[in-house]
């Protein structure tokens, strides 16, 4: 029997990040299974390792180890090996935000402050280091944060209504106007009137929704995923046409996006390939224009 705030997790489990008991396996776990001896208010999966908050607000980690990033000091020696959940003992104070790239890992504490670690890349931290992994959690000198998020090599956070992101801007997925990495949070070229309410990364994407419920996109475009036909990467944020409901919540995967809606409707764009935009077939093409997830109703 589950209980509330229990975590399920499925799907490839090959360096541990789903939590089972079993550990660490190659073959895919398709049937969701409990993850033991933990009560969460979120879970965070990035690609080989994830994040928890915990009932309490304190941060549990499982999963790879190879970049320190699962914030546990006595994992130090032993890197790379794939470790069960347990508690994060490196970040001693309450966490309510999560967020993770390929080989770093990042949390915002109860008092608005953000924590990075893993590899000591600087593009990625976000602040200054002088080793090559940086197992100590340490602040990245922004205050008042309410959320952070990240792709595959670039994170963002949002304070009181403005965006700022660092590390790998190839894409133009940090919305300065400008292809250049930064090694420390740069500010989002965001509209003058544009008050972001929420944030959301994912691949060489960023996406933000405004207090007026428009939603805003920059990054990779390949897939017609910044809303925009022609395939040119967005340098700076753009508003997405055809949501004709005010946005509260947005997805954003590697080549599309997705917009929960106040009326709790879906609308997708960007790639369909594999039929990510659920709109009840797949193909090859484009969709730059927002349209509904189609839902299919069972008979009772």
């Known amino acids: 029997m589950s209980n509330a705030n229990d975590v399920f997790c499925f799907g490839s489990n090959q360096w541990g990040q789903l939590g089972l008991a079993s550990g660490a396996s190659e073959g895919p776990q398709p049937v969701p299974v ?68 390929n080989k770093n890992a990042f949390a915002v504490t109860d008092a608005g402050e953000v924590l990075s670690w893993g590899a000591g890349t600087a593009e990625q931290l976000g602040r200054t280091t002088s080793t090559p992994i940086d197992a100590v959690p340490k602040s990245i000198g922004i205050g008042n944060v309410s959320s952070v998020v990240a792709g595959t090599a ?13 590390g790998r801007n190839d894409r133009g997925q940090l919305g300065t106007g ?27 994407d ?25 395939g040119l990467d967005q340098l700076l944020p753009r508003r997405i046409e055809g949501l004709a409901e005010r946005t509260v919540a947005i997805a954003v995967m590697d080549r599309a996006v997705c917009a929960l809606s106040r009326e709790g ?36």
């Open 206 to 230: 960023t996406c933000a929704i405004a207090s007026n419920g428009d939603v805003y996109c920059w990054g990779e475009n390949g897939s017609g995923q910044v809303g925009i036909a022609g």
């Open 154 to 166: 670039h994170a963002c956070v949002l304070a009181r209504g403005a965006i700022r992101c660092w």
């Open 34 to 101: 409990r993850v033991e001896n933990l009560r969460a208010k979120s879970v965070m999966l990035a690609g080989t390792f994830t994040l928890a908050v915990t009932t309490n607000d304190r941060l549990w980690s499982w999963g790879s180890n190879d970049f320190l990033q699962l914030a546990r000091a006595a994992l130090d020696p032993d890197a790379g090996t794939s470790r069960p959940p347990a508690l994060a003992d490196r970040v001693s104070s309450a966490v309510h935000s999560t967020a993770g790239t």
């Open 265 to 300: 409707r879906v609308a997708c764009w960007g790639d369909n390939l594999m039929g990510q935009l659920g709109r009840g077939s797949r193909d090859v093409d484009l969709h730059v224009d927002a349209a509904p997830v189609v839902f299919e109703s069972s008979a009772h």
């Open 178 to 204: 400008v292809r250049a990495d930064e090694l420390f949070p740069a500010s989002v070229v965001l509209p003058g009137d544009v008050h972001a309410v929420a944030v959301a990364a994912g691949g060489n």
